[in-house]
């Protein structure tokens, strides 16, 4: 069996849909036990929301992140059940990096349950309702987006927040200045910049007020050494030190997701094939556009991961 060149890969918010993981729910009774233990954390019926819950219920971003953390590691407890091979790497967009510190052994469930309520909580209260956005721009290069949105900035903040993949890049900053940027990146020569329906504009500067919130609790929170070296967005490289760790975690609220340069990276040490750990198939979209070289697989249904479990 194959072990050193997987890695394993968790996404973000935008991956969730009612319904989610119900197949696999009827299988393995860890995916109830593992939704219980999120749902005790968080004082209500995480599982039950996820089914039977609205769109509605499932964006708010306090509510997202909680339930895309606790399907990435019910699907990891799954594969480790089922004697699936140890990924050389671990990676997580965004929110998923949360998923990936947990599934490497560095931060407790439970503990990161609670962390990424509040990190919802802390990022949706930091702009008011309708004063940010975010934009998707695609079709151009990023250095044409960056200073696009220097240019267009004004007296707000806009800025280059998310490098996805080559040609798609998102934006985010005060909603005027998002408008303008837009504007501004279409008559560069974009193909497309189109408003993403989120509540706040996410790894700007604009969301340092909550990294202040959410840091006195990171500090407090037990950080271990991981037993599997996770890839951070914010620099694209791997850390071992607990504390330091804890330090990229707060950054990344309030700094670019360099996705492109870390899956690159993941590449660059030998990993050939990426699970995709937990909801969605979005991450797997993305490396195609980024690496053609890359196998990408997916777990989210009995089908995927029978096909991730035989190929990885």
């Given at each position: 069996m194959k072990k050193n060149n997987v890695a394993f890969i968790f996404p973000g918010q935008g991956s969730q849909k009612i319904g989610m993981l119900a197949e696999l729910a009827e299988r393995y009774p860890t995916v109830i036990s593992t939704f219980a233990e999120a749902s005790e954390v968080l004082g209500y019926d995480l599982w039950d929301m996820?089914?039977?819950?609205?769109?509605?219920?499932?964006?708010?971003?306090?509510?997202?992140?909680?339930l895309l953390l606790t399907a990435s590691v019910a699907v990891w407890r799954i594969w480790q059940e089922l004697g699936g091979p140890s990924p050389a790497l671990m990676a997580g967009h965004s929110l998923g990096e949360w998923s990936a510190l947990v599934c490497a052994g560095v931060v407790d469930f439970k503990d990161a349950v609670g962390l990424v309520r509040n990190r919802g909580a802390y990022?949706?209260?930091?702009?008011?309702?309708?004063?940010?956005?975010?934009?998707?721009?695609?079709?151009?290069?990023?250095?044409?987006?960056?200073?696009?949105?220097?240019?267009?900035?004004?007296d707000g903040v806009v800025a280059a927040v998310n490098f996805n993949a080559p040609g798609q890049v998102v934006i985010a900053?005060?909603?005027?200045?998002?408008?303008?940027?837009?504007?501004?990146?279409?008559?560069?020569?974009?193909?497309?910049?189109?408003?993403?329906?989120?509540?706040?504009?996410?790894?700007?500067?604009?969301?340092?007020?909550?990294?202040?919130?959410?840091?006195?609790?990171?500090i407090a929170t037990a950080f271990n050494t991981p037993e599997t070296l996770v890839v951070h967005n914010v620099n694209a490289s791997t850390e071992t030190d607990p504390e330091k760790i804890k330090q990229l975690m707060i950054e990344?609220?309030?700094?670019?997701?360099?996705?492109?340069?870390?899956?690159k990276t993941l590449v660059s040490q030998g990993v050939d094939t990426a699970v995709e750990c937990g909801a969605g198939k979005v991450l797997s979209g993305l490396n195609k556009r980024i690496d053609r070289s890359?196998?990408?697989?997916?777990?989210?249904?009995?089908?995927?991961?029978?096909?991730?479990?035989?190929?990885?």
């Open positions: 996820t089914q039977n819950g609205t769109d509605e219920q499932i964006t708010l971003t306090e509510r997202t992140q909680p990022m949706q209260q930091a702009v008011p309702a309708g004063q940010g956005a975010m934009a998707a721009v695609i079709g151009l290069d990023d250095d044409v987006i960056i200073t696009t949105c220097e240019a267009a900035q004004g900053g005060d909603a005027e200045a998002v408008a303008r940027a837009s504007e501004a990146c279409k008559e560069a020569g974009a193909k497309r910049a189109m408003p993403l329906p989120v509540s706040a504009p996410f790894h700007t500067s604009l969301m340092k007020p909550a990294a202040d919130q959410l840091s006195q609790e990171v990344q609220i309030f700094k670019p997701v360099l996705w492109v340069d870390c899956v890359l196998t990408s697989l997916n777990t989210d249904d009995q089908a995927c991961l029978e096909k991730a479990l035989a190929e990885a």
